[in-house]
């Protein structure tokens, strides 16, 4: 009988601070053959990440790991000295993590971090670079001689993404996990990066840990799966089975809340906003980054009282259009708000954002309610930090802590509290829902809409989910490459004449139930 890969026996994990010790993890058994792609769904803070973890031997500070048995490739985790867990982490075991920018060093090119894997094994110069070609070449990109000299700025979110499977498979691992690894893509570049992850394990026979909030995408791509909440595994079996036939409640939530693209409705029939004075006129808007043009004359107008959808592939413009919004870069032609917002007093913000990554937005040095209180004080609001907590779903209890004690999803809707602390004319959205699980997604994007409502402010709303922009906008744009090949009305946008380019994205973002169910 083959060992399995990996072998999880009553595995307990604990956090603890100077204030109060909580269990995350609670008595989780699981097992994952060989060349067997496994996966585990839940919610933001059900314990996915922090199973991850524990199976790389890390532990941060406070936590309590206890298990009756934890093996990888045969390896008992929690028995290995600090010696023998490097060369475990070298050799044995790959990660690829949610977000691709922050594992990827900003100040190398991104040859130099993949030769870096070959050369900590021992290879020489020469043959890492060698090894380093032949690597980037394996996961699918264009030209890697030259891609290699690049740095990661210069590569859009699926290239980056790409770069890091590079250097997880460098090592020949046993086991590859994969935590949110297309969380922020689009459903084009996230169907090709999961195919090529597939391709590889069939050719060279590691297991996969794939971890995330998107239960269709892990039916799609593993064979069985595991159903977390609150740090309990309560239900696992055939990805199918689960998907099409859930048996426990949580598991029968999760799938009952999953966005479909076919049966989404817009918020509204008949948008009012259609030949309305602009809130913003945007003229010519170009931008370029080493030569290639990122946004190339861009010119649309957005409304009062408008939510407009920005959507595209990976690298096509959509967060670049987004900054240039809000006056984080220098760029070519006008950004323009209407008179009377322009008059403002200066110190008070016309235009709030929402990041992808809250980590890369929040202080790891302030709590929450310091965030909160700062922000209403900034942007003139009169609410206060429990208010903006109460309004975004998250625990009071939240507020007397720092971003790193919170999950993921937590995170995003600090950030996105942060942003509605006070009266801003217009708040650009960047992929704000991409971390979260269907069911707070879904709050946030209610969240949204009824703000919007309430106070008249505008959004534009960029993300790789066509369902959630649907569901969400008034108007949606669809950048290709820097430019923008459609602009229409939400339902005319899926209903009417569009670019090929438009009609691609839509026939990429199929719901996956269907290939999940057909186990491919």
């Known amino acids: ?58 532990r941060v500070a406070g936590a309590t790991v206890t298990a009756a048995g934890l093996t990888v490739a045969g390896l008992d985790v929690l028995s290995l000295s600090a010696p023998e867990l490097r060369a475990f982490r070298a050799r044995r075991i790959g990660v690829v993590y949610q977000e691709p920018a922050r594992a990827l060093n900003p100040t190398m090119a991104v040859g130099a971090q993949v030769a870096e894997v070959f050369r900590l094994r021992g290879d020489d110069r020469r043959i890492a670079r060698r090894e380093t ?121 999760l799938v009952a809340a999953l966005p ?9 029939a008949e948008s009012p906003v259609r030949g309305a004075t602009p809130l913003v006129t945007v003229t010519g808007l170009a931008k370029s980054y080493g030569g290639k043009r990122a946004l190339d004359d861009v010119s649309l107008t957005i409304g009062r009282n408008e939510i407009l959808g920005i959507v595209g592939e ?17 760029h070519e032609g006008q950004v323009e708000f209407t008179d009377s917002f322009e008059r403002r007093r200066p110190a008070r913000p016309l235009v709030q954002m929402v990041f992808q990554s809250p980590d890369a937005s929040l202080n790891p040095r302030r709590t929450v309610r310091q965030v909160f209180s700062r922000s209403i004080e900034l942007l003139g609001g ?12 998250l625990d009071p ?38 971390a979260l699980d269907v069911s707070v997604q879904a709050r946030i994007l209610d969240l949204l809409q009824e703000l919007q409502e309430r106070t008249g402010v505008s959004y534009v709303f960029i993300s790789h989910d066509l369902a959630v922009v649907r569901r969400l906008s008034d108007r949606i744009g669809v950048l290709h490459e820097g430019r923008l090949v459609d602009l229409a009305p939400a339902e005319d946008l899926f209903t009417g004449r569009v670019d090929p380019y438009t009609e691609s994205l839509i026939a990429s973002a199929v719901d996956l139930r269907a290939r999940a169910a057909a186990g491919s």
């Open 1 to 58: 009988m083959t060992a399995a890969a990996v072998q999880v026996d009553d595995l307990h994990v604990s956090y603890s601070t100077s204030r109060s010790s909580t269990e995350v993890v609670c008595g989780v058994s699981f097992s994952i053959a060989p060349g067997e792609a496994y996966g585990l769904v839940g919610e933001s803070g059900s314990g996915k990440s922090t199973i991850a973890m524990a199976l790389t031997g890390y």
């Open 133 to 253: 070609i032949a690597a980037l070449t394996r996961v699918g990109l264009p030209d890697p001689a030259a891609l290699s000299s690049r740095y990661p700025h210069e590569l859009s979110g699926g290239q980056q993404q790409r770069v890091v499977i590079a250097m997880a498979l460098a090592v020949s691992p046993e086991l590859l996990i994969l935590d949110e690894p297309t969380t922020g893509l689009d459903a084009r570049v996230e169907t090709e990066v999961m195919a090529l992850i597939d391709r590889l394990r069939a050719e060279l026979g590691f297991a996969t840990l794939l971890i995330s909030h998107n239960l269709p995408l892990v039916a799609a791509h593993c064979q069985r799966i595991g159903v977390l909440e609150r740090g309990v595994l309560v239900e696992h079996g055939a990805a199918a089975d689960v998907l099409l036939n859930p048996e426990h409640a949580y598991s029968k939530k």
């Open 260 to 268: 479909d693209l076919a049966f989404t409705t817009p918020r509204r």
């Open 314 to 330: 990976s690298g096509s413009g959509k967060s670049t259009f987004g900054r240039a919004l809000a006056g984080l870069l220098r």
């Open 382 to 393: 009169t609410g206060t930090a429990e208010s903006l907590a109460e309004s975004t779903g």
């Open 397 to 434: 209890a939240l507020l007397e802590l720092l971003p790193h004690e919170l999950s993921g999803g937590q995170k995003q809707r600090v950030a996105i509290a942060r942003a509605f602390a006070g009266p801003v004319p217009l708040v650009v959205c960047d992929e704000p829902t991409s």
